[in-house]
């Protein structure tokens, strides 16, 4: 038996199109990902699993403040007008929170994960 390991992609792709808000856990984030260069960050929630995420420049600057492991809920706001007048962009808010065994962890005097 071999012990190459198949690689596979981040999981299913959030289409905030038809999702307005998703959460989960983040887990990962990729920067200069493909062949634009873009950012792709992994949230795991417990009903899809691993959900992948891409992100444009506005969403990459949010998730870039949400450390790795706590839960994350990006929400879609849908197009907006640039102030330039030239154009429109996705616009997305971000919050964050510690997860529940995390802060139970570090307050116990665990490792917190």
Not at 2 to 29: F, M, Q
Not at 48 to 56: D, E, L, T
Not at 70 to 99: F, M, P, Q, W
Request: hydrophobic share 35%.
């Amino acid at each position: 038996m071999s012990d190459w390991k198949k690689a596979t992609t981040s999981g299913v792709e959030w289409k905030p199109e038809e999702e307005k808000e998703i959460t989960g856990v983040l887990k990962e984030v990729k920067h200069d990902v493909g062949k634009f260069g873009s950012t792709l960050a992994t949230l795991e929630n417990e009903t899809r699993g691993k959900v992948a995420v891409w992100c444009n420049s506005m969403l990459a600057d949010l998730i870039k403040e949400v450390p790795l492991g706590n839960e994350v809920k990006i929400t879609y706001h849908g197009l907006v007008k640039a102030k330039s007048g030239t154009g429109e962009y996705k616009s997305y808010s971000v919050d964050y929170r510690e997860v529940a065994m995390k802060k139970a962890g570090a307050e116990e005097g665990g490792p917190g994960f």
